[in-house]
């Protein structure tokens, strides 16, 4: 009955834990990058800018997948009583995991010199090696987290991100700090090399959990019987059938985030911008305006991660009103996030700027306009999260995989005609990466509709969210301008954010946007809820 209850649960909870953790890991993030640019300048974090894409791009191949299908076949097994088989797929995977963590991290070490060669950034070349140790590390511990999350417990996950982020950046900074006295080169590897740090103790973070979880675990499994159901064969092949798919398209923009720094900066020189000018305007896209669109990604990706085993486990038990409900509920909370997110931005993108990267201020104008290219992209990349994760939930994890190649390819052609144009140069890049975004959220959500036979209700979906951050909008954007005013431009720009977020939050209630009783099953405002119900 317990178990039951558990399943009855919608993904709120663990998308409000790993939301948590998220925005603590992307502000830990600003921290990084923001000291870092302003170490190196915008000419260093091109550099960096060339080496974290490829990292990024490589460790998408070895664990992104993976961890998915893991989470989805344990939330199966455990939903039917299988405790047993459940941990055999955690223990084959971890095998699999750890020969894809070693053999991406030496295919990086081997040909870090080929690669940056044909990005024409030979500077690069210490920090790509610098990020392998991660390569072999992050894997394995993903397939740990991945463990946690198929039994719908997301706390250790959480726990790994932030322990993960607090070393990635202390050592990254440090090093950097002292490397840069060496060159630019030198200081953005030391940078670089923070991702391998903060892997290692991350994993021990996870693998201490997991430790303290096993006598649970025994426990389960001793109850429930030791008798495997499927051959290992039949595992793997069941793991690679998921993540094959999930892999693939997780890597199609790391891909192309690697194709834009051999596009944009080939397209740059063509219009006869110099070395150092075009890695500097690429130093504003990928260094500067990139970073800070990322931080709000981190709660709609907290949505789909969550939404995975509650679709998988209520679609096996053929619960589709549960999987419809809970999809409708992942596309509100997607709108809900990214739509305040999306407009705050484009209020305040000059002042981030200025805000974030105080000694780059030639640079602030152009990174501003970056920014809100991204941004208006925001609100479309949040849907897409979770309309992705409810496809894999219901084993149509091939779909979202075709769609972003679809928008993909859109970006690829934007990109390239745009960054060509003198006014629009790097600012093409960021337009494209919109239109793809576009393109994958209305063909996602087509097919969601088509296989959960989900009815969009724009009223509940998107009118209040739209209504509550319009005026969040102009809240802010009016605010800013008084206080500037009066005040210096961090002052501003931080209570023009209190503001907005107060407002947003007050609107979202007066528009009924979110409900009361789905807020009472999230961490500490669940608790404060429940206290002031039993009043």
């Keep these: 009955m317990a178990e039951d209850n558990r399943s009855k649960k919608t993904f709120v909870a663990g998308a409000a834990l790993l939301g948590l953790a998220g925005i603590v890991v992307k502000v830990l993030g600003v921290f990084f990058r923001v000291p870092l640019a302003n170490i190196i300048g915008a000419e260093g974090m091109g550099i ?19 961890p998915t299908a893991i989470s989805r076949m344990i939330a199966e097994r455990r939903s039917v009583g299988q405790y047993y088989e459940a941990y055999r ?28 060669g044909i990005q024409k950034e030979p500077e690069a070349v210490m920090a790509l090696r610098a990020t392998a140790p991660a390569l072999v590390l992050c894997p394995i511990m993903s397939c740990y987290r991945g463990f946690f999350q198929g039994q719908k417990s997301m706390g250790p996950t959480a726990l790994s991100q932030v322990v993960e982020q607090v070393f990635r950046v202390g050592i990254g900074i440090g090093l950097c700090m002292v490397l840069s006295r060496i060159g630019l080169a030198e200081g953005a590897a030391g940078a670089s090399f923070g991702a391998s740090a903060g892997a290692l103790f991350g994993l021990i973070a996870v693998m201490f959990r997991f430790v303290q979880n096993k006598p649970k675990m025994l426990k389960e499994i001793s109850e429930s019987g030791r008798k495997p159901i499927q051959p290992m064969r039949g595992i793997i092949l069941d ?7 999930i892999t693939i398209g997780a890597a199609i923009m790391p891909i192309l985030n690697g194709i834009d720094t051999i596009i944009v900066k ?25 970073p800070i669109i990322n931080v709000p990604q981190v709660l709609t990706q907290a949505i789909a991660l969550s939404l995975v ?50 000694t780059q201020t030639a640079s602030h104008d152009n990174a501003a306009a970056c920014l809100i290219m991204y941004a208006v992209g925001l609100f479309f990349l949040s849907g897409v999260h979770s309309l992705t994760g409810v496809l894999q939930g219901i084993g149509k994890q091939g779909i979202p995989v075709r769609n972003l190649f679809i928008g993909a390819l ?3 052609v934007v990109t ?7 006014a629009i140069n790097v600012k093409g890049a960021a337009i494209g990466t919109t239109c793809a975004y576009v393109v994958a959220f209305l063909l996602n959500l087509a097919a969601v509709v088509k296989f959960t036979s ?23 954007f009016g605010a800013y301008r008084l206080l500037r005013a009066h005040s210096g431009n961090a002052v501003s720009t931080l209570a023009s954010v209190c503001i907005g977020v107060l407002v947003y939050v007050i609107m979202i209630f007066v528009t009924r946007s979110v409900r009361l009783s789905e807020l009472s099953s999230m961490p500490l405002v669940g608790k404060v809820i429940r206290k002031l119900g039993r009043r």
């Design 410 to 412: 859109v970006k690829v």
């Design 309 to 358: 085993p509650v679709i998988s486990d209520a679609f096996r038990r053929d619960d589709m009103d549960f999987v419809r409900k809970n999809s409708a509920l992942g596309l509100r909370y997607s709108a809900l996030v990214g739509l305040p997110c999306s407009l705050g931005i484009i209020a305040l993108a000059k002042p981030i700027m200025q805000l974030f990267y105080p």
């Design 454 to 476: 989900l009815k969009v209700d724009l009223k509940l979906m998107l009118i209040g969210p739209l209504i509550s951050s319009g005026v969040m909008f102009a809240v802010v």
């Design 48 to 66: 960096y800018g060339v080496a974290y894409p490829i990292y990024i791009l490589m460790l998408t191949i070895s664990s992104s997948g993976l």
């Design 239 to 245: 793991l690679l059938a998921i993540a094959i798919p």
């Design 266 to 290: 080939n397209r740059l020189l063509s219009l006869g911008y110099n070395d150092t000018v075009a890695r500097t305007l690429y130093g504003e896209l990928s260094g500067l305006a990139s």
């Design 416 to 422: 390239f005609l745009l960054t060509g144009i003198p």
């Design 89 to 116: 797929v955690f223990k084959v995977s971890f095998k699999v995991m750890l020969g894809l963590g070693l053999a991406t991290g030496i295919i990086l070490f081997v040909f870090a010199p080929v690669i940056t």
